[in-house]
């Protein structure tokens, strides 16, 4: 099968273009319809809305034809890794050992739950990991495009699965006691989600995809991020106990896409020491905006 046959006509950008207009109708549905909540839903949801709004951002130079050297790529990849790292530590790791020792757990027994917690999150990434991979993707393309086509879209589905608890920490950190590092955590989230929608788009713009329809599927990429942070601000409203669990799932999730998918990816084309450098600078800005300005 040659390549124009598996490349998405006018009729598959037109088709994006309506599920994304239908989704971002839905989003506002889901607004109108959580005024009746607090404000820890209410934060959740802003931030969210941003973090996904930062993946379109992403999304822009591709969009406008404009080319990265893959250095640069690389560079905003690591530094996203780094400002996801810090967060994981000083905006989930910290707070949920905090909040488990403030429902009573000993200084052992809290830092089990978080251990129990980030290893049961890092769980749920690789079942939906092991989900997705085990999916047949393309089917009837030929030998010499499959390769390269597979990993553009098993690439894709593995961001917009890790923007499940990203978004899921955004919500439960909105749902803590501590604001202010709930907005440092979105705001971290949100700096690395620019690189992704850019990742998603040049993915799929790399194996011959058009402008719009890269973009599109970049963009809808980080639409899961409202809904998951609201749904566990929703959920640590009802169930305070989870908050500690919460927390440390969401860290253990988030370091497990770092380590696994992220900085993999930026070392993966010979960029190591500059991806290197980009994930300390990350680390260190995401560690003041969580330390120095809480």
């Known amino acids: ?13 037109l088709g994006a273009a309506i599920c994304l207009g239908g989704a971002l109708a839905l989003m506002h549905d889901l607004v109108s319809d959580l005024r009746a909540f607090d404000a820890s839903v209410h934060g959740a949801l802003l931030g969210g809305v941003t973090a996904a709004l930062a993946t379109a951002l992403g999304t822009l130079p591709v969009l406008l034809s404009q080319n990265f050297s893959q250095r640069t790529y690389d560079g905003f990849l690591g530094f996203g890794a780094g400002v996801m790292l810090a967060a994981t530590a000083f905006s989930l790791v910290v707070p949920a050992i905090a909040a488990a020792k403030g429902a009573g757990a000993g200084p052992f027994a809290a830092s089990a739950t978080v251990g129990g ?9 690789l079942l939906l990991d092991r989900f997705v991979r085990e999916q047949t993707i393309l089917e009837g393309v030929d030998t010499a495009r499959s390769d390269s086509l597979k990993r553009a879209w098993l690439f894709v589905a593995a961001v917009a699965i890790h923007n499940m608890p990203e978004g899921l920490a955004i919500g439960v950190a909105y749902a803590g006691v501590d604001v202010a590092k709930a907005h440092s955590l979105a705001t971290g989230i949100s700096i690395q989600d620019v690189p992704e929608g850019l990742v998603v788009a040049l993915a799929l713009r790399t194996v011959g995809y058009g402008r719009l329809f890269a973009c599109a599927l970049g963009v809808a990429s980080g639409l899961i991020e409202p809904v998951a942070a609201v749904g566990g601000a929703v959920l640590i409203e009802y169930a305070a106990w989870l908050l500690p669990w919460g927390l440390a799932l969401a860290a253990g999730a988030m370091l497990f ?5 992220v900085i ?31």
């Open 1 to 13: 099968m040659s390549l124009a046959r598996v490349l998405p006509s006018w009729r598959y950008a």
């Open 117 to 125: 917690g980030i290893l049961l999150g890092m769980g749920v990434v």
């Open 257 to 261: 896409v770092i380590s696994h998918d």
């Open 264 to 294: 993999p990816e930026a070392h993966r084309n010979g960029n190591s020491k500059s991806a290197s450098c980009a994930v300390v600078a990350g680390f260190i800005l995401m560690m003041v905006l969580d330390t120095a300005l809480a």
